[in-house]
């Protein structure tokens, strides 16, 4: 849902789970499958983590960006709409 959405996301995965299809192809980290001391203990390099997260960071504001622009451009079209509307609904006085 989250790709088809354009959302960024990061997959945690274990070892003993095979990602099909489109999934395998996307941003995953192997983690422990028993959390320690109720955090993912990862089964990769610390560099390879923060490229990672810094990448769905760079993702997500990017997306942030675009959706803000379109939001607005798409609010801008609605008061413009309700703007003509009702300017064009006034009763004419002549």
């Not at 070892?15 to 996307?26: A, C, I, Y």
């Not at 959390?35 to 993702?59: A, I």
Request: include cysteine.
């Amino acid at each position: 849902m989250a790709f088809q959405s354009e959302l960024p996301f990061l997959i945690f995965k274990t070892p003993n789970v095979t990602l099909q299809g489109v999934t395998s192809r996307n941003l995953w980290l192997e983690i422990e499958p028993q959390l320690s001391n109720g955090r993912p203990k990862f089964l990769c390099r610390k560099e390879l983590v923060y490229s990672s997260l810094n990448d769905l960071k760079q993702k997500a504001l990017g997306r942030r960006s675009v959706v803000g622009w379109e939001e607005t451009k798409k609010s801008i079209g609605q008061i413009s709409a309700l703007a003509l509307g009702g300017y064009g609904g006034l009763p004419s006085v002549l």
